[in-house]
């Protein structure tokens, strides 16, 4: 049996055993866009067993019931990243949040349309003032997101409206005293990234296009590069998306990482040691 917690992502699963995506889709009609490939292609990778069973108004013990026949053993203890999770949905709003500084992005038809918004999430917060607040609706807790753009300084807080609806909002604080480092992460604009990779000679850049990998080489092939990266060189991306799991992992690394959209499908990064 495969050991599987409730934090363990949607496309885990499907690559483990395909078969989960029929399961899973059975439990309620809001799993059911799982079955279609290109909402699969958002969501499955986004989202965690516990976020899924927001959406699908199911209880962890129903996914445990359809996925042991498949080989998966899932542990129902607490953890603390669930316990966060509830907890931010659930506490006072903070003194802070001025819905009158608000600028709304509600991603749910484009997920429901199959598209990634997270390139347009990313230019949107980096768009916003200082001491303004990006609020982001959608259907479940987007807590990739929320580890993120907290790692560039913003506060969030997460509002549950009713059962499949939930506003995400995300301060971005004006910094206060001494020069706030530069995140180890950030998004750049097109021109800036080419400024910035043409600081290099042509002989320092290791070139590397993860467009027609499948999940999850692209993570697989870049992580492996990265030893390559002796002082002075750089990694050039190419990628399909934001990878947003690879840019989680990459904190535990030492190196900067630029990102840059260029179009639905087409996104670059520049990665170098710090």
């Known amino acids: ?32 866009k799982l079955k279609n490939p290109l909402l699969r292609k958002v969501l499955a990778s ?12 199911c209880k962890l013990s129903d996914f445990k019931r359809v996925l042991e026949p498949l080989g998966f053993s899932l542990s129902l203890e607490t953890n603390e990243n669930l316990q966060s999770l509830s907890q931010t949905a659930a506490s006072e709003k903070p003194v802070w949040l001025d819905k009158a500084k608000c600028t709304h992005l509600d991603v749910r038809q484009a997920i429901e349309e199959g598209n990634d918004p997270l390139r347009e999430i990313n230019e949107q917060y980096r768009k916003l003032p200082t001491g303004r607040i990006l609020c982001i609706i959608n259907t479940f807790i987007p807590s990739p997101l929320i580890t993120l ?19 995400t909002y995300f301060l971005k604080e004006r910094p206060m005293g001494k020069q706030v480092q530069e995140t180890p992460i950030s998004t750049l604009s097109w021109e ?29 092939r870049i992580l492996n ?25 990459m904190e535990n690394y030492d190196f900067v990482v630029k990102l840059c959209g260029m179009s639905d499908g087409d996104v670059r990064l520049l990665i170098h040691r710090k």
């Open 192 to 220: 800036d990234f080419q400024t910035l990779l043409q600081q290099y000679q042509e002989l320092n850049i290791i070139q590397l296009d993860v467009r027609d990998l499948p999940m999850p080489q692209p993570m697989e």
């Open 149 to 167: 753009l907290e790692k560039k300084g913003a506060k969030t807080f997460v509002e549950q409206v009713d059962e499949h609806e939930y506003h």
């Open 225 to 249: 590069t990265l030893p390559e990266l002796d002082n002075g060189k750089v990694l050039y991306v190419g990628h399909r998306r934001v990878p947003l799991h690879l840019l989680e992992e």
């Open 46 to 57: 986004r989202v965690t067993i516990s976020e899924a069973a927001k959406i699908g108004g």
């Open 1 to 32: 049996m495969r050991v599987i917690t409730p934090n363990t992502r949607i496309a885990e699963l499907i690559r483990a055993n395909g078969q989960s995506i029929g399961a899973i889709a059975a439990l309620s009609k809001p799993l059911q």
